[in-house]
C-alpha cells in the first residue's frame, strides 16, 4: 500500500514538471510537490552515462531537486555496444531510460555553457531536427558544426538553469587527431547509435557485394572491414565481428563471405596496450589464428570514401572502417576556461571530493565533476568502472551533506581489473593490478566472467532478462539479418 501510494504521488509529480524551463529560474522550487521542496537544494546533473545516471540512482532524490540534462534519454551500457553492433544483444537491452525516474526533472538538452559565478547554465534542447543534426556532429573532436551557436538551429532557443550544486558528468567525445576524413568516413563506436549505424553498414556490404553488377575486386574492397585502434573497444569490435562473420553470414552470404577480412591499425606495435604483456600476447595469436590481421606501427594519414590512406601501406580500399583510438574533450569541459585542467587530457582537475578548482587554486565547492570528464590527481583510467564508482562516492557526499552527517571522506578506487571479450566464446581477464585477489584468466573461463559480470552489472531486471535471452537467442536461432 505503501509503495503504492509513494508511485501515485510520483507520477503525479512527474506530470506538473514546469512548462517551461525558465520557471526554474523564477519558482526555485516545484510548488507541486507532496512535500514542502522549498528548503531543497537544486541539484543539476549534466550528463546520462555511467557517471551521471549512477549518480541519479544513487543520490536522495526525496531530499535534493534533481535535475538531469543531457541530450541522450537514456543510460547506455558501453560495454555491450560491440556485441549490439553486430546483433548479439539488442539495442533496447543495454539502455536504460532517464525517464524511469519519475521524482527527477529531465531535460533532453546539451548544456553548452556553465556561469560558475552566478550559479546558472545555459542548456540547448536536444530534440527533433536539433538533435539529428548536433548528434551527426556529435562525438568526435571534429564537430565544429556541434560549436555553432546554439540559435542557429531555426525554432529552438537555449534556456537557462539555475543550480545550487552542479554535477559534470558529460564524459568525452572520441579523438580523431585532426586527420581528415575521419568523420565523414569512418564509423564510431561510443553510442547505441553508432552500434546502429555499423550494423546496417554491415549488412549493406554484404547487399552490395552480392549485387551482379559489382566485380570480385570491388566485392574484395566492400568485404574489407578495418578498425583504425587496437584499444579494448576496437578489438572487442573485431571479435563480435569475426563472430558474426563466422556464424550468420556465413550462412546467409555464402558466395561472397570467404572475400572477407578484418584487420586492426594501430600506431603501437600491437593491441591491447593496457594489459598485462601475456595477456597481449595470448589475444594476438588468437586474432592471427582466426586470420584476423594485427597491422601495428601504422599511421592512418586521411580517410577518404572507401579508402585509408596508411602512412606505411598507401591507400587501403575498405567497405567500413571504425575508428576508435582514444578520447578527445567535450566542447563544454572545452568552453570552461576559468577551471583548472589536465595538460594532456584537457579534462576538469578534481580533488578527491570531486570538485573542481579555479586556475589560482580556489576550491569550487558546489561543482563536481566525475567521469571521463575529470581527472584525479592520482590519474585513473577513462572507464566506466571509474566513472560509477566515482558517481556512487559523490552520492554519499552529497547525501551525507542534506543529511547534516560525516562526510565519507576522501574517494578511494576498488580496481576490480579490466576484461575483453576476444569472440568464440573466449575472453581475458587481466587482475595483475587489482585490488584483492591479483592474477589473470584466459579462454571459456574467463568468457564466462566477463558475461557473469556484465549480467550482474545490469541496471535493471528487464535488461538482465532481456540480455539473457538474446544471449541465448544469437547462440541457438543466430542474429537477426533484416535491413531497413
Ligand atoms: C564501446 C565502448 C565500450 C566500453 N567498454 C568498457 C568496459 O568494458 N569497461 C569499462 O570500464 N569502460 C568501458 N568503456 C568506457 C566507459 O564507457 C566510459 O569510461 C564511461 O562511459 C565514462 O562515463 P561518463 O559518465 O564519464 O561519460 P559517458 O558515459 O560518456 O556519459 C556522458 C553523458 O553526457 C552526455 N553529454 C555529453 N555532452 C553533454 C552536454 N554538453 N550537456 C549535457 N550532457 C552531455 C552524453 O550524452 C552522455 O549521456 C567503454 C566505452 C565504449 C565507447
Redesign the pocket.
Known amino acids: 500500500m505503501l509503495r503504492t501510494s509513494t508511485v501515485t504521488t510520483r507520477a503525479r509529480t512527474a506530470r506538473v514538471v514546469p512548462a517551461s524551463p525558465f520557471d526554474l529560474i523564477t519558482k526555485p522550487s516545484r510548488s507541486f510537490s507532496s512535500s514542502s521542496t522549498s528548503n531543497k537544494q537544486q541539484l543539476v546533473i549534466?550528463?546520462?552515462?555511467?557517471?551521471?545516471?549512477?549518480l541519479l540512482r544513487k543520490v536522495d532524490r526525496r531530499r535534493y531537486d534533481v535535475t538531469v540534462?543531457?541530450?541522450?534519454s537514456?543510460?547506455?551500457f558501453?560495454?555491450?555496444?560491440?556485441g549490439a553492433a553486430v546483433g548479439t544483444v539488442d539495442y533496447n537491452s543495454t539502455l536504460e531510460p532517464v525517464r524511469a525516474f519519475p521524482d527527477a526533472r529531465y531535460y533532453q538538452?546539451?548544456?553548452?555553457k556553465i556561469d560558475f559565478a552566478n550559479k546558472r547554465l545555459t542548456?540547448m534542447p536536444a530534440t527533433g531536427s536539433a538533435l539529428r543534426k548536433r548528434l551527426n556532429a556529435?562525438t568526435t573532436d571534429e564537430s565544429s558544426e556541434a560549436l555553432k551557436p546554439a540559435t542557429s538551429f531555426p525554432g529552438f532557443k537555449p534556456f537557462e538553469l539555475k543550480y545550487d550544486k552542479l554535477v559534470i558528468?558529460?564524459?568525452?567525445y572520441?579523438a580523431t587527431f585532426g586527420i581528415p576524413g575521419v568523420s565523414a568516413h569512418a564509423y564510431f563506436?561510443?553510442?547505441v547509435r553508432d552500434?546502429a549505424k555499423i550494423r546496417q553498414r554491415i549488412l549493406e556490404c554484404f547487399e552490395l557485394a552480392c549485387q551482379p553488377t559489382v566485380t570480385d575486386d570491388e566485392r574484395r574492397n566492400l568485404l574489407n572491414f578495418v578498425i583504425v585502434g587496437g584499444g579494448?573497444?576496437g578489438v572487442?569490435?573485431a571479435g563480435e565481428l569475426h563472430d558474426f562473420l563466422t556464424s550468420d553470414l556465413t550462412r546467409a552470404y555464402p558466395q561472397v563471405v570467404d572475400l572477407c577480412k578484418i584487420s586492426i591499425y594501430d600506431v603501437a606495435p600491437g593491441i591491447l596496450g593496457s594489459f598485462d604483456k601475456s595477456l597481449q600476447e595470448y589475444a594476438e595469436d588468437k586474432y592471427v589464428r582466426r586470420g584476423i590481421a594485427i597491422k601495428g606501427n601504422r599511421h592512418v594519414e586521411s580517410v577518404d570514401e572507401g579508402v585509408l590512406h596508411v602512412k606505411e601501406e598507401g591507400a587501403v580500399k575498405f567497405g567500413l572502417a571504425v575508428w576508435?583510438t582514444g578520447l578527445a574533450a567535450?566542447?563544454?569541459i572545452d568552453s570552461i576556461s576559468e577551471l583548472d585542467k589536465d595538460d594532456k587530457t584537457h579534462s576538469l582537475r578534481i580533488n578527491d571530493s570531486f570538485n573542481p578548482s579555479t586556475k589560482d587554486g580556489k576550491v569550487v565547492s558546489d561543482v563536481y565533476c566525475?567521469?571521463?570528464?575529470?581527472a584525479l590527481e592520482n590519474k585513473l583510467?577513462?572507464?566506466?568502472?571509474?566513472?560509477?564508482q566515482e558517481?556512487a562516492w559523490l552520492a554519499r557526499i552529497l547525501n551525507a551533506e542534506v543529511k547534516q552527517r560525516a562526510p565519507p571522506g576522501a574517494f578511494k578506487f576498488n580496481n576490480q581489473g579490466?576484461?575483453?571479450y576476444l569472440g568464440e566464446w573466449t575472453a581475458i581477464v587481466d587482475r595483475s593490478k587489482a585490488d584483492g585477489p591479483q592474477g589473470e584468466l584466459t579462454g571459456r573461463a574467463a568468457w564466462l566472467l566477463w558475461r557473469s559480470a556484465?549480467l550482474y552489472k545490469s541496471m535493471s531486471l528487464r535488461n538482465m532478462v532481456s540480455l539473457s535471452y538474446h544471449w541465448a537467442m544469437s547462440a541457438i536461432a543466430g542474429r537477426r539479418l533484416s535491413r531497413f
Open positions: 549534466l550528463g546520462s552515462g555511467w557517471g551521471g545516471y549512477e540534462v543531457s541530450p541522450n537514456y543510460f547506455a558501453t560495454p555491450l555496444l560491440a538538452a546539451w548544456a553548452d542548456a556529435e558528468a558529460v564524459g568525452c572520441s563506436l561510443k553510442d552500434a579494448p573497444t572487442e569490435f576508435s567535450n566542447p563544454l566525475i567521469g571521463d570528464a575529470s583510467p577513462p572507464t566506466a568502472q571509474v566513472a560509477s558517481a579490466t576484461m575483453a556484465y
